[in-house]
């Protein structure tokens, strides 16, 4: 899934996101590895059973936010404090 951030998106500060929620999900006993491919978005690739989980960072209108879907269930707040535990339901 190919998704363009704003202009005003910083790609470090889209980078510390996922490292952040690389720790905490690490914390809850889940592995994860980051994606850094060129030409494409960064993203967090959860292991699980039936395929990846690939979350992504972005940024609209000033404010960062994960997404790991198109439903509007499927992202949240990147600083929100029940972003960790939401992705982690989602990679259950």
């Known amino acids: 899934m190919r998704v363009k951030t704003t202009a005003a998106a910083d790609p470090q500060e889209q980078f510390i996101h996922l490292v ?27 292991s699980r ?6 979350v992504m960072a972005l940024a609209r209108d000033g404010k960062w936010f994960f997404t790991w879907g198109r439903g509007r269930d499927q992202k949240v707040g990147a600083l929100a404090e029940d972003a960790p ?8």
Request: aromatic share 4%; no cysteine.
């Open 20 to 46: 952040r929620l690389a720790w905490d999900l690490r914390r809850r006993g889940l592995g994860s590895a980051i994606d850094l491919p060129t030409g494409a978005e960064p993203a967090l690739v959860v």
């Open 49 to 54: 059973a039936s395929r990846p989980l690939k």
């Open 85 to 92: 535990d939401r992705v982690w339901e989602a990679a259950q």
